[in-house]
């Protein structure tokens, strides 16, 4: 059994963009740092309390990184899936400031200390490189969502998200996005019911497909021209 998690940790390792430059032995060397957890869905498993300095890759499941108001209301920053990486660690440039960390679905995740990422990180030239890829592409998406907020209103902004939350369909499949309407709401600053009525708008007008905890996107072409457009007035958020 053992061994069977061995292979089944190095398979994943392997399979995280930032590692994949190692070779078999390194991998190997890795998977021995590396410490795997289970998590049950809806456990808050990192708090904004938290100042140990560690790296949380996910091997399965769902992760919801968000902030907590003084009266208890959440924004959603991030939803992670398998084979990304977060947490608190100043080496790398990678900061959790503040957020919590929830488990949407049961996850299986890994952890590397400090003293471990200095040296199997760190030190290494080309998943140094793979990071900073991967930071950028973060900015990027943090830019793009401050310039929706402060440039579109509610029903673009939506668009917007969906279209970047969207990965690219593959053999004639639809787009889709794994997220309820909660869960958007939470990403975009609102309400459920707001989420709601828009995208039931849009089902209406065949532009999405409404499933459970799932969107298919069907008319790109119209979802591109609703998250294109910007305030003119004062917009309401």
Known sequence: MTNKKAVAGETFLRGVDIFQDLTPEEVSELQRKVHFKEVAAGTVFYESHESSEVLFFMKEGRVRLYHLSAEGKTFTTAILTAGTFFGEMTLLGQRLYGSCAEALTACTISMISRKDVEKFLFADGRIAFRVVEALGGRL??????????????????????????????????????????????????????????????????????????????????????????????????
Do not use: W, Y
């Not at 907020?149 to 990965?167: F, G, V």
């Not at 065949?206 to 790109?220: A, E, M, N, P, Q």
């Open 140 to 237: 990027f998406e943090v830019e793009q969502r401050l310039a929706d907020l402060a440039l579109k209103n509610i029903p673009s902004r939506l668009m917007s998200l969906l279209l970047r939350l969207a990965p690219p369909p593959s053999n004639g499949s639809a787009a889709e996005v794994f997220l309820t309407h909660e869960e958007l709401a939470q990403m975009l600053g609102t309400r459920r019911e707001t989420v709601t009525r828009i995208l039931n708008e849009q089902s209406t007008q065949g532009s999405i497909v409404l499933h459970r905890g799932r969107i298919t996107l069907l008319d790109i072409e119209r979802l591109n021209k609703i998250s294109s457009i910007e305030c003119r007035e004062v917009c309401d958020f």
